[in-house]
């Protein structure tokens, strides 16, 4: 009897121990997994940029001609109107002496015309004195004279224009920053690289790219700070003051430009630098473990479990953050996704998972 009782304990205890391990063993299968949550979304991020000068011209000769003088160098500061370079050119000068000269020639034509048709016109009055045909003759004349004077003096117009080519001049406050002509030079040739090139330093536009996913984000400060490895030890800050509205289909990128005002001249067109941009969307989103997006060669995806199934959900990654990674897809608040994906775990596949926090 005591024997029976003591192989039935041992069955029970057996039988316990059997039922522990297989519950402890299903909870030792379940995969970890989070409900899905929206939250706000912002990041500084450090991107490179450029600084440019806000204007910058390179000054090419209208007109074919010799470099008779030069009246600036590099580094030399030029005044809008500013005269730069003076040009030799002959024929222009020749073509225009002789425009003008045909044009007061048209002129007094037109005079002379004009007051002899004022006289025939006075004396037709008189029946008799004048034929009608002769008044008709001399205003043709007159109205002739005044279309030669016309075309004459718009010629005269253009004549002037080229011969005014001759002086350079500056098309607004900079520096002259390139000179590649000297005296004597023949300018004016097509594919002949420019005679100088003038820059505005004293304000500067610092360009940045920004990647595709981010140009939604609305940046929190209408100001950037940028730091230059050529000023150590100083931050600047610039003013946002336009987007270029358009994705570049080779960078994927869209371009937005600052303004800084660099009156110090502690920076210089043409230096590298790097901004620091404060992103935030206008609405939240959801973030989640950088482990729970899985990548293949097609696609990038997250397990959803439904129902106990696995389904990948195909998704787009967003801003990068130090606790996840915000994604785009057809997903819900209150989704259970799995903390790990995995391409090895099928869509469709019975799964058990436990809630952790995310």
């Keep these: 009897m005591n024997r029976l009782i003591l192989v039935s304990v041992i069955a029970a205890l057996f039988f316990s121990c059997a039922e522990e391990k297989k519950q402890g063993q299903v909870l030792d299968d379940a995969k970890n997994?989070?409900?899905?949550?929206?939250?706000?979304?912002?990041?500084?991020?450090?991107?490179?940029?450029?600084?440019?000068?806000?204007?910058?011209?390179?000054?090419?000769?209208?007109?074919?001609?010799?470099?008779q003088r030069i009246l600036v160098d590099i580094g030399d500061k030029v005044k809008k109107g500013d005269l730069l370079i003076v040009l030799d050119a002959p024929e222009v000068i020749a073509q225009y002496a002789e425009t003008n000269a045909r044009t007061q020639e048209a002129e007094a034509n037109f005079s002379a015309s004009k007051d002899t048709y004022e006289r025939i016109q006075r004396a037709a009055k008189n029946e008799g004195v004048v034929s009608e045909s002769e008044v008709i003759s001399t205003r043709n004349r007159m109205l002739a004279d005044s279309a030669a004077m016309v075309s004459y003096q718009s010629i005269a117009r253009a004549s002037s224009q080229l011969?005014?080519?001759?002086?350079?001049?500056?098309?607004?406050?900079?520096?002259?920053?390139?000179?590649?002509?000297?005296?004597?030079?023949?300018?004016?040739?097509?594919?002949?690289?420019?005679?100088?090139?003038?820059?505005?330093?004293?304000?500067?536009?610092?360009?940045?790219?920004?990647?595709?996913?981010?140009?939604?984000?609305?940046?929190?400060?209408?100001?950037?700070?940028?730091?230059?490895?050529?000023?150590?030890?100083k931050s600047f800050s610039a003013k946002l003051a336009r987007k270029s509205g358009s994705i570049d289909p080779d960078t994927r990128?869209?371009?937005?430009e600052y303004e800084y005002q660099n009156?110090?001249?502690?920076?210089?067109?043409?230096?590298?630098?790097?901004?620091?941009?404060?992103?935030?969307?206008p609405a939240s989103s959801f973030v989640v473990p950088p482990a729970a997006i899985a990548t293949t060669l097609e696609r990038?995806?997250?397990?959803?479990?439904?129902?106990?199934?696995?389904?990948?959900?195909?998704?787009?990654?967003?801003?990068?953050?130090?606790?996840?990674?915000?994604?785009?897809?057809?997903?819900?608040?209150?989704?259970?996704?799995?903390?790990?994906?995995?391409?090895?775990?099928?869509?469709?596949?019975?799964?058990?998972?436990?809630?952790?926090s995310q």
């Design 163 to 233: 011969q005014a080519y001759l002086s350079i001049r500056a098309p607004f406050d900079g520096v002259i920053t390139k000179r590649l002509v000297d005296v004597g030079d023949f300018v004016g040739t097509v594919g002949k690289s420019s005679m100088l090139t003038i820059e505005r330093p004293d304000k500067l536009r610092l360009r940045i790219y920004v990647q595709e996913s981010f140009v939604n984000s609305v940046p929190t400060l209408d100001s950037i700070t940028f730091t230059s490895e050529s000023v150590n030890d």
């Design 253 to 256: 990128t869209e371009l937005w």
């Design 263 to 281: 009156q110090s001249g502690h920076l210089k067109p043409g230096m590298y630098a790097m901004a620091t941009l404060e992103l935030s969307r």
């Design 33 to 67: 997994a989070f409900s899905l949550r929206k939250q706000e979304v912002s990041k500084a991020m450090q991107l490179p940029a450029e600084l440019l000068p806000y204007e910058r011209a390179e000054i090419n000769a209208k007109v074919q001609g010799f470099v």
């Design 300 to 356: 990038k995806f997250v397990i959803r479990v439904t129902d106990g199934k696995a389904e990948w959900i195909d998704v787009r990654e967003g801003i990068s953050k130090k606790d996840g990674i915000e994604i785009f897809g057809n997903l819900n608040e209150g989704d259970v996704l799995l903390a790990r994906a995995s391409e090895e775990l099928k869509s469709g596949t019975e799964v058990k998972t436990k809630i952790v």
